[in-house]
């Protein structure tokens, strides 16, 4: 099971950048998928989440109404779209997965020790 998120890079605050996370060796139909970001010296942090049915989603009230997240299955890739970035915004972003019913986890989410599945991370930088 292998995952890997891409699509980090330099933006300038108020700009946008999406993340990718894709499955290889395996099926993404069954994982609820998030995305978490940890900037240096601070925990890391749940910022979106989506189910393995893409009906139920997760947000970070830090990231609500700038982020997205969505899934295609069938290219095995979750993506995180950002928009209107800022420098706060600026970790290392990672994807996880966690196979299970949402609704069993569903209060715990954005909390990384249940994820069992973790890609590499990807850097995103907001400059002001």
């Known amino acids: 099971v292998q995952l890997q998120a891409s699509g980090g890079g330099l933006v300038q605050s108020g700009g946008s950048l999406r993340l990718s996370c894709t499955a290889s060796?395996?099926?993404?139909?069954?994982?609820?998928i998030g995305w978490f970001r940890q900037a240096p010296g601070k925990e890391r942090e749940g910022v979106s989440c989506?189910?393995?049915?893409?009906?139920?989603?997760y947000y970070a009230d830090s990231v609500k109404g700038r982020f997205t997240i969505s899934r295609d299955n069938a290219k095995r890739t979750v993506y995180l779209q950002m928009n209107n970035l800022k420098p706060e915004d600026t970790a290392v972003y990672y994807c996880a997965g966690k196979i299970g019913s949402w609704k069993i986890y569903s209060t715990e989410v954005s909390q990384a020790k249940i994820y069992n599945y973790w890609g590499q991370g990807t850097q995103v930088t907001v400059s002001s």
């Open positions: 060796g395996f099926t993404l139909d069954y994982y609820n």
């Open positions: 989506i189910s393995n049915s893409g009906g139920d989603t």
